[in-house]
């Protein structure tokens, strides 16, 4: 029998209540957003009272929490500023955060719900809710009448310019553009998230990761419509474990070479364990633009990974031109070398299932195929194709290697 509305709404403010008293009990200081003013009915603008009561966690001597209780609050574009008073600030949602609905609210920041300058951060639990589905299909219209104007959109969750963060068991749904950003921040830790959104939702990458150093992810349920995890330029000392992708675009290491402000477009030293892709565009695929920037990939494993049904396992591609339009014949100025491929087993649906097309100037060095069985629609033997690469093969490698 179903639940009736009195008892749903009773058992909610149980676990509040419960939940107010296990943070009380822990010692600390608890700035519930109900009582700055915030509503749980999906309606009422509380994007101030999440200002405010997030202010007060941060001016706390002690350990503070800022608690959102069961139910669905309505916040528009937030920013939460640091440093805090205290290096142990827990963000604890039980409810639901939802975005305003339309588009083009965000325009001026390009994000919903940030952490910026803080260091200690817990930011647990909860569903962030981006309602993107009306600027998904702005961007599809847009896409076949070209005059239509859409914004760019908004990134549901981001962390910049912080140190020690903990994002734990977080939700992201229906993000109008990346799900959970990292960006220029160190030692960032990202564990039992959740993103989802349709396969056909334009740029909605699941973690993006920018210009950042010692960052894990573990234990990360992916459906999107782009990139499940996307690793941009200059970030080293990456920690990818035990993440489920599809659909979606793969795991991907660039677009690099696109011009975004640095003198050299670096990624080192980026590990990607215990894997699983299901109907994906791409497993493994490190992208670079043909142009003269220049640049680095370097010191990359990709360990232990299982693929079904999967368009391009494996794939280095230094032509990268999405569209096909206004591409340049130029020769990448990226330099990759030492990328390692090792236990990686399943099936192809494209004959190709692994692809390595280099720079005709920078030609990649030290890949390593160990332990690769892919096949091709199931049982069919799948090929290789190879363009300006050395390396080395070593135990089983199926398709046979072009190394």
């Known amino acids: 029998m179903a639940m009736t509305k009195p008892v749903l709404s009773l058992l909610a403010h149980l676990h509040a209540a419960l939940l107010l008293l296990l943070l009380s009990g822990a010692g600390a200081a608890v700035y519930d957003v109900t009582r700055y ?59 639901t955060l939802v975005a305003p609905t339309g588009y083009g609210w965000d325009a001026t920041t390009g994000r919903w719900i940030t952490f910026e300058s803080v260091e200690g951060l817990t930011v647990s639990g909860g569903i962030l809710d981006g309602r993107g589905a009306s600027l998904w299909s702005c961007k599809r219209q847009q896409q076949q009448q070209p005059h239509v104007h859409c914004p760019t959109g908004a990134s549901s969750l981001t962390i910049s310019n912080s140190r020690d963060v903990v994002v734990d068991g977080t939700r992201s749904t229906n993000s109008e553009l990346f ?12 564990q039992q998230v959740t993103v989802d959104a349709p396969e056909d939702s334009p740029n909605t990458d699941g973690i993006h990761i920018h210009m950042s150093s010692n960052v894990a992810v573990s234990n990360a349920d992916i459906r999107t419509g782009d990139d499940c995890v996307s690793i941009g330029p200059g970030n080293s000392n990456l920690w990818i474990e035990r993440v489920s992708c599809g659909p979606g675009h793969g795991i991907s290491i660039g677009s690099l070479g696109q011009q975004q402000g640095m003198a050299v ?69 990226i330099k990759i070398s030492q990328v390692r491929y090792i236990d990686i087993r399943g099936w192809s649906m494209t004959p190709v299932a692994v692809t390595f097309n280099c720079s ?13 069985r892919l096949m091709y629609e199931g049982m069919r033997l799948a090929k290789s194709s190879c363009r300006n690469v050395k390396g080395r093969t070593a135990g089983l490698v199926v398709p046979p290697s072009c190394l």
């Open 37 to 95: 003013g915030a509503r749980p009915d999906g309606v009422t603008d509380s994007t101030l009272p999440f200002l405010r009561a997030w202010a007060d966690a941060c001016r706390s001597p002690r350990q503070a929490t800022v608690l959102v209780p069961p139910g669905m609050f309505l916040v528009g574009s937030a920013t939460f500023t640091g440093p805090c008073a205290t290096h142990a600030v827990t963000f604890s949602i039980a409810g």
């Open 265 to 333: 477009e670096a990624v080192r030293n980026v590990t990607v364990k215990t894997t699983w892709f299901t109907g994906t565009t791409n497993g493994f695929r490190i992208k670079t633009w043909g142009t003269s920037k220049r640049g680095l990939v370097s010191g990359i494993t990709f360990v232990d990974s299982t693929m079904i049904g999967v368009h391009n396992p494996i794939i280095i591609d230094q032509n990268y031109c999405p569209g096909k339009k206004l591409c340049s014949d130029r020769s990448s100025g």
């Open 179 to 190: 799900h959970m950003v990292v960006l220029q921040s160190h030692g960032v830790t990202l």
């Open 360 to 372: 005709r100037s920078n030609p990649c060095s030290g890949i390593s195929l160990q332990n690769v």
